[in-house]
């Protein structure tokens, strides 16, 4: 089992940027295949973006594409989501996720753990 713990979030004008960290607990942090989601009000909770074990393959929504960047570093247990050029439309709470699988699954009904989430307010 791999405990996960997001921080970085916050309030931003539109335009900023945030960095995003998920630490996760446990030795076998190599072995998971990270994702970054959001749920904002009222809505279902979305893919952002996924990263293979190795950190060799990313994936995004195409609603960030281009303006995110989804990293990890398994010598710290750390997956990063950089967000740049953030819009009003990004606010939402984000929740780091971890799979043992292959590929890049983007379906929230793939991942196994999550974490609390953090919120990200983009202000106009």
């Known amino acids: 089992q791999v405990q996960l713990v997001e921080s970085g979030g916050g309030l931003v004008q539109a335009g900023g940027s945030l960095r995003l960290s998920c630490e996760a607990s446990?030795?076998?942090?190599?072995?998971?295949?990270m994702g970054w989601f959001r749920q904002a009000p009222g809505k279902e909770r979305e893919f952002v973006a996924t990263?293979?074990?190795?950190?060799?393959?990313?994936y995004y929504a195409d609603s960030v594409k281009g303006r995110f960047t989804i990293s990890r570093n398994n010598a710290k247990n750390t997956v990063y989501l950089q967000m740049d050029s953030l819009k009003p439309d990004d606010t939402a709470v984000y929740y780091c996720?971890?799979?043992?699988?292959?590929?890049?699954?983007?379906?929230?009904?793939?991942?196994?753990?999550w974490g609390q989430g953090t919120q990200v307010t983009v202000s106009s």
């Open positions: 446990g030795r076998t942090f190599s072995t998971y295949v």
């Open positions: 996720a971890a799979v043992n699988a292959d590929g890049g699954p983007s379906s929230v009904y793939e991942y196994a753990y």
């Open positions: 990263i293979t074990r190795r950190g060799v393959t990313t």
